[in-house]
């Protein structure tokens, strides 16, 4: 094993490596392609939780001005319908929690609902999400996460780095010279040049795709990072290493490297893709549209129905039947949502499934598996996402029971009852925790 | 002489392995991503057309109900796709599938694709443009990498400059041998793709014509991004000591050119041209429609000078006692402006959006991929103009809709009616005309794809004037 490690092997290597100017131009386009995602990684992320800060205060002012707006009327109708209104209101607003590694997800936020609304309607088929607005052609078209950027450009450099080799030394007819030179046969002498390869990509990784995290204040999950990045390294170099030992001429394993490269970080992601929708076919949302409508309408038609059934399961609320605007309105939301949340689970449960198809096989291409342990740092990857879909859920539970009952009394909330409404519960990094508040 | 040149360089283009073998299997992937977009394809427009006539159903049998109760309950409208949609699908996995028509507001289509997607890499869906546009050039790159650096290195490339060929006729052969030789091989992928096309039997193109003009303006958008990549090709051969060098540069320039470019050029406009939030739009909305636009006054106001106008008109001092549907006239009046104020900000929204998509154009120019998208987009009809000609046409619906129920009410009913009587029935629902939606035409794709044709004309001469340039410096 030692002579693996030869000080004298690894200096050789070291200075050859040093000395070719195009390892130094492919090490700084690599630098500079990460760098850019890695900053602009980490601004959206820094923004994401300077948002998340200003929650906090928004939310308070919003609840001052209910406050204020409920003292000036007495309890009946009118208080009532601004019961209604506050609880359709963004007083209910909600934002996913995300992880300490932020900045190597953050590009799943401008696809995921990440700032749902807990709601006296159904925001199931709210058709005016509170969240960014973003123009279609930029979301399909932005900047990709920072693991999908070393995924996409690391590769290259590293089969670029490690193209012919011994193939190089064969075809100038230095190959047999080293071979009598190296005082242990050309394994060290390989071995080395693959170190020192291996050691120059993983710090420039590193280098670049740190201010993803330190840009963000909250930034954190560095050494899962760094280790995993290690990892994606080596197997790139050893695969460049590989390649560059069989039997074929320079250019041909430049091309092969490029075919290996091409196939690993496209096609075999896109046949997953491919295979997680067989494996677990998604329901279909326009289908679901037919079940949506089909639940408002059984509603409506029961409306009078729900709404006696209501005052039966409640008898502390004094039953104002027939129910009128808005007590009339709401029974009829919690039908629907009986209806709706099933199906809309079934959305989450098939994305659930497919993710763990993904995570399965991910290990057949390397730049799947660091995108996928990317989002899971940044907490935005799929099963923390439906866990947020699931705790506004109860959270749109408990939001429910308190501002139901004074809509359907007709007398509206209290102010000491608005001031200690429900809040979405998270600590100061964004993450949910029980019983620390907003 | 020139023939002379082209046909040695596609005879020896057609006898290189690589071209076969990776030509091959480039058609073979475009083949089978092809067939499976376009089986996806018709699946979903199959499912589309169910699923609105299933929803129509549901508003033809509502039953007895309030009428306006009854437009609540809305209607959807689902934008339709052609073939082509199926070679690039554009902004439609992004955007949403369905739109929400209902009385007093304009929503945001539902459902996009994208947010129900299982993980992927997130470097873009492997689409047939994609494979066209971006791996082609990547063949191209492959094949004419070594067009001069390979004369060069068997020393060929001094015995031809001592017979007295010119690098210049020399280069330009070599680039027209190399475009006809990837043209040879990807002919069969265009025909199938205007195969698709024209199989599509109807609504084909963007605009609900056969989709001829659309297939050939983008075939030979294809033919001429190809014809682009070659001459840089050629060009960085001429101007590289090695194979290897040229080989490892134009790698770099097809990355930054199909990769780099157009994201950091989205992250930029992004940053450079943000659009308001969700929860800032709807709230301007609101205060709009609320306070009114300058000059016209609060809700209130508006609604207080619509009654005395009203009451005036008919003579009678009460609500009650007018000859006509008064909560009706009063939506009908309070419906027109909410969609006022709707138009000016979805305008402005979409205008916003517009400056996006030229910021982004500008940004990326330097990428002849990116034209090759926007083309293929607009001409597809999955482009933002489409998306907005889809969303205005059914804003349109959900103004005659809405309106022509608020009119029946106002001319069936007198005074004030309760929301809770139930006076409209199946045959008021029925009598609204079904949702149908005429894509804009081919002018119109082709005037949206015009901008980009014209940038990929421009890089089509400045790929040739390249060419002249690395003539005068190829040496032996």
Redesign the interface.
Known sequence: MRRYFDSGTWRAEGLRLRRQP?AWI?LA?LLL?LL?AAV?AGMEARDWRRATAADASRRAAQLDAAIAQLRGLAPGPAAAQATYQLGRG?LGATRLAVGDGLGLGV?RLR???AQLKATLDSRH?D???????????????????V??MV???LP?VAL?LC??LPQEEREQGRLGLLRLQARHGLGPVFIAALGWRWLALWLVATLATLPALLIDPGGGGLWSWILALAAFCGVWVALGGLLSLLPMS??AA??SA?GLW?LM???V??GL??G??REVP?P????A??QI??A??DS??KEDALARDWYARHPAVPAQL?A??PA?FVPRVLAQDQVLRPLMRE?DE??LR??A??ERWSWL?P??AL??TG?RLAGT??ASHVRYLREVDAFEDRWREALVPPVMDRRGINTEALASLPRFMRDATGKTRPGSPL | MMAALVMKELRAQLRDG?LWVLGAALVL?FAAMLA?AEQRRQAAEQ??RD?ET??RA?WDH??A?HPH?GAH?GL?A?KPSGPLAAFEP??????G????LEPH?R????????????????????TPAFVLGA?VP?LVV?LGH?AVTRERESGTLRMLQACGLNAGPMLFGKWLGLCVAVSLVLLPALLMGAGLAFDGGGASGAGGDDGTIEVIVLGAALLVAGSVWAAVAVSVSALCRS???A??TL??VW?VAV??V??????A??RLAP?????A??SDVGRDIEHGLPGDGDAKQRQQAFEARLLAEHGVSRLDDLPLGANAARRLFRDAYAARVHALHFDA?WAA?SR??SL?RGLTAISPYASV?AIGGALAGT??AH?RHFEDAAERYRQTFTTRMDEWDRDATRGLTS??SRYAGDAQWRAIPPWTYEPPGWRFALGAAMPDLALLAAWSGISIAALAFAARRVQP
Request: hydrophobic share 50%.
């Open positions: 195009f492919a386009a392609g850019a602009s963004e590009d696809v995921l609902p088929v058709a005016r999400p509170p969240g960014p607005l973003r123009n279609p052609l930029l979301a399909d078209g932005g900047l990709p996460g693991p999908a995924a996409l450009l290259l670029a193209a012919g320079g250019p430049m091309l490029l091409l970080t496209f096609v992601p896109a893709l491919w997680a929708q998604m279909s949302r326009l289908a549209i037919v409508r089909a408002q309408q409506e038609v027939p009128v605007w009339s959305f098939a994305r497919q993710a198809f993904m291409s730049g799947l995108t996928l989002q990857d799929v | 690589r992937l499976l499912e589309r699923v299933a929803s549901q509502q039953g109900k109760r309950f959807y689902f554009g902004v439609d996995a992004q955007a599938q369905a739109l929400w507001k929503n945001m289509a539902m459902f996009a694709p994208a947010a129900d997607a299982a993980p992927s890499i997130g470097l873009g869906a492997l791996l990547l492959v070594g194979s290897r060098a080989l490892l790698t770099g990355v990769f780099l157009p994201r950091l050029g989205a992250t406009v992004e659009l308001p939030t969700g929860q739009f709807w929204l959006q996006q998509q982004l998208r482009d933002l998306r929301f809770e």
